[in-house]
């Protein structure tokens, strides 16, 4: 049972590490309206860190979008 602890608390450090490299990495000021949104290459990683953008878009105010603007 403690080893499905430590295991479940690993495995959330590293997504909650990895949505954090993609968010700097992909992030992006819009000239058009000039709020800061991070840009997904993919649906499939845009889907991935969905559960933690509820939380990140409220409280920092940062905007989510797949793909580059059009």
Do not use: C
């Not at 993609?22 to 309206?33: F, G, I, K, L, M």
Request: glycine share 8%; aromatic share 18%; hydrophobic share 45%.
């Amino acid at each position: 049972m403690k080893r499905v602890l430590v295991g479940l608390i690993i495995f959330g450090l590293l997504y909650l590490a990895s949505y954090l490299v993609v968010r700097t990495a992909y992030s992006e000021v819009w000239e058009r309206d000039g709020n800061t949104y991070v840009l997904f290459p993919s649906s499939i990683v845009y889907y991935l860190y969905r559960p933690l953008m509820y939380i990140d878009g409220p409280s920092t105010g940062m905007r989510f979008h797949i793909g580059p603007h059009q």
